[in-house]
């Protein structure tokens, strides 16, 4: 059975860093694309961004020279570093995984809470 673990979330004072990490286990045999996502209270998932297998980026605009998604392949892993966090970066922070199992489809975590709040 395949996993996503988030990990990092937390609370931080605005213009503060957070790096979350999420790792994938179980019977895996290639992952593909991997991405971030985050959902505020009334408001729809929306993509952070997104790495391709072989390290292609894509970033919303609105986090943009601020966050930096990167992945070890050797760890099944991918992280995203924050920074220069503000208020409206409040949210579920959930990892996916375009990965083949027993058959090849998208995998989520649980989610992890990012507050950023003073």
């Known amino acids: 059975q395949v996993q996503l673990v988030e990990s990092g979330g937390g609370l931080v004072q605005p213009g503060g860093s957070l790096r979350l990490s999420c790792a994938a286990s179980?019977?895996?045999?290639?992952?593909?694309?991997m991405g971030w996502y985050r959902q505020a209270p009334g408001k729809q998932r929306e993509l952070v961004a997104a790495?391709?297998?072989?390290?292609?980026?894509n970033y919303d605009d609105s986090v943009k020279g601020r966050f930096t998604i990167s992945r070890d392949n050797a760890k099944n892993t991918v992280y995203l570093q924050m920074n220069s966090l503000k208020p409206e970066d409040t949210a579920v922070y959930y990892c996916?995984?375009?990965?083949?199992?027993?058959?090849?489809?998208?995998?989520w975590g649980q989610g992890t809470q990012v507050t950023v709040s003073s």
């Open positions: 996916n995984a375009d990965l083949y199992s027993d058959y090849r489809r998208w995998y």
């Open positions: 179980g019977r895996i045999f290639s992952i593909y694309a």
């Open positions: 790495i391709s297998s072989g390290g292609r980026t």
